[in-house]
């Protein structure tokens, strides 16, 4: 028997027995005739005592174990002289008799402990290495917990499991496929699902009424900081459903998490349009822990001679409070921030109230004390308050004060990890017309509903047809998504006539679907949370990479088996890519 107890398990109520632990070796000290190793397993640490007296046959063994060693020890657990307070197992140690090195192990590259002197591409090559470290597997285990918490929630409704193949054909949400060429079918390519959105739509018009997956998803996308080109979804799909429905479902689910980690209770949560949201925020998936909200101040400042604002679309700011300390030099620093090509303004303007109450502003030339007075009326802006306003074209204004919104609550600490404010996001417009390709995209995805009353709008003004479609956010991350799906073949085929299809590319790529759809679909509709982003922010993370056990870097690579790699060009020739038979031959 390797063990009898694990490495995170002995507590002074085992004191007397004699156990048998197996683990590795994270440290040894030896002190004259006495020797010491902590032993690590996955549950934790257990201290191993070699004390003055020992076979010195055995100490000769036990100090042959260097690091990271695979070793067996039995021996009485018996009370420790020096407690170690942030240990589990501190108040106890083990006093060896028998001890068995199992098997040797080279010098790690990297320390493994929770803090290590490894680099991030070091630690990736040697990721099972890593994983021993606790911060690490512990990531690894609450990804476990989740899964188990989504599971018992969802199969509690009644949410039946059902798998969706990974060779398919390509759907569209927006980013390239994976392909895999087949050998047989020569010139043939399956892709890999970037969702399994049309299976989940297809097993709704097979009658499984609710179904849900933890399943891999594929996206060639470019490669971002912390993207994955495989990543998991909780993808989910409910029939008989209108948005309430769902949205009430997966309210649920999430607070069932939050509930289940964090002890933590959100009362119901708030629900924006996305107009409100790009009007108040200037983002789809604002954080709202935090206030700063916009305010627009075209009619209060247009006219007064100001070239900037009188040639602004749009001129609003926030409110940064108790922000009037900000120095001239930190004011620059914020305006070199917004002027950054990334977001590309021309300039930022602030107002400061003092403590008196009396405001002054970098436009003091244009604005007298009365219009700054009115000014800071509209920021509700009280004595030690600063206020920051850009002006431009609306959409960029927008997106550049998100930013700046986001980079001063970083700054200001407001970005608490410890605090969760989700938050629903509705009405999204259905379609997002592309400058480049001159034609309109579905924002979500093609088998997304309109609202119904927006419907007569398809053909006059396809722009302002809003979607059933439905996010939800957690502090600043969408975190899910989903929309009420059409179910309607004629209605199915207008919207891909208006996504430029012709009718026989829609029934090339989703005749199999729309054919589905004359045999009886229900009305239905779902949603696909990012699993990996909800487990790091529960963890308080943000980057998903630590959470995933075998995760690519920000090139796309698994550096551990080097991968993607090149194939044999056996492999080539039989899958015909490239080469054909005859040429080889
Ligand atoms: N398939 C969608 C996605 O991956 C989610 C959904 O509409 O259920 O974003």
Not at 140 to 154: A, D, E, G, Q, S
Not at 446 to 453: A, L, R, V, Y
Not at 481 to 490: E, K, P, T
Request: proline share 4%; with cysteine; hydrophobic share 40%.
């Amino acid at each position: 028997m390797y063990r009898t107890h694990t490495c995170g398990e002995l507590r002074l109520s085992h004191i007397g027995q004699t156990v048998t632990l197996s683990g590795w070796v994270q440290r040894r000290r030896d002190f004259g005739g006495m020797s010491f190793i902590d032993l690590r397993d996955r549950y934790g640490l257990t201290q191993l005592a070699f004390n003055e007296g020992v076979d010195p046959a055995m100490l000769e063994i036990a100090r042959s174990a260097q690091r990271e060693f695979v070793v067996q020890a039995v021996g009485k657990v018996v009370e420790r002289e020096n407690k170690n307070g942030n240990l589990a197992t501190g108040e106890v140690e083990i006093l060896v008799s028998e001890f068995t090195v199992l098997n040797r192990a080279k010098t790690p590259p990297f320390t493994i402990e929770s803090e290590t002197d490894g680099g991030e591409e070091l630690r990736m090559k040697y990721r099972y290495l890593d994983i021993r470290r606790a911060p690490v597997r512990e990531k690894l285990l609450l990804r476990n917990r989740i899964n188990m918490m989504v599971r018992t929630y969802l199969n509690d409704l009644g949410f039946a499991d059902v798998e969706t193949p990974f060779l398919i054909k390509s759907t569209p949400e927006g980013a390239r496929d994976f392909v895999v060429p087949s050998r047989v079918h020569h010139g043939q390519f399956y892709a890999l699902p970037q969702s399994p959105q049309t299976f989940k739509q297809l097993l709704m018009v097979a009658g499984m009424d609710r179904y849900y997956q933890i399943v891999r998803c594929f996206r060639d996308e470019d490669l971002r900081a912390d993207r994955q080109p495989e990543f998991t979804q909780i993808d989910c799909e409910m029939a008989f459903v209108e948005q309430e429905d769902i949205i009430e479902t997966f309210e649920g689910l999430l607070k069932h998490v939050l509930r289940e980690v964090h002890h933590y209770e959100v009362g119901s949560i708030p629900r924006i349009t996305y107009d409100e949201a790009m009007r108040l925020y200037g983002n789809d998936k604002p954080d709202i822990r935090f206030g700063m909200t916009f305010v627009e101040l075209n009619d209060r400042v247009k006219g007064s001679g100001f070239a900037v604002f009188d040639n602004a679309e749009l001129v609003v700011g926030i409110k940064v409070e108790g922000g009037a300390g900000y120095t001239r030099k930190q004011l620059d620093g914020l305006t070199d921030y917004v002027k950054r090509p990334q977001l590309g303004m021309s300039g930022l303007i602030w107002m400061k109230v003092d403590d008196q109450g009396q405001a002054t502003s970098s436009v003091n030339k244009f604005f007298d004390e009365a219009a700054l007075a009115g000014w800071a009326e509209a920021f509700d802006a009280m004595a030690g308050d600063l206020v920051l306003v850009l002006a431009g074209n609306a959409n960029k204004t927008r997106k550049a004060l998100s930013e700046l919104r986001m980079h001063l609550a970083q700054e200001l600490g407001l970005r608490k990890s410890d605090v969760f404010a989700p938050l629903w996001v509705l009405d999204f417009p259905l379609l997002e017309w592309d400058e480049e390709s001159g034609r309109w995209f579905a924002m979500h995805h093609p088998f997304t509903s309109p609202k119904p009353e927006d419907i007569p709008l398809i053909d006059s003004d396809p722009g302002a047809v809003r979607a059933n479609a439905y996010d939800l956010v957690l502090n600043g991350n969408e975190i899910g998504g989903g929309s009420i799906r059409i179910h309607d073949r004629s209605l199915q085929q207008r919207m891909f006539d208006l996504l430029g299809f012709s009718k026989e590319e829609a029934l090339e790529q989703f005749g199999f679907l729309m054919n589905a759809f004359e045999f009886g679909a229900p009305p239905h509709g779902g949603i696909a949370f990012g699993f990996d982003r909800l487990v790091a922010l529960m963890g308080g993370d943000e980057v998903i990479r630590d959470y995933i056990a075998f995760p690519k870097n920000n090139a796309g690579r698994d550096v551990m088996i080097d991968a993607p790699s090149h194939i044999q060009m056996t492999q080539l020739t039989e899958l015909s890519l490239g080469i054909t038979p005859k040429e080889q031959a």
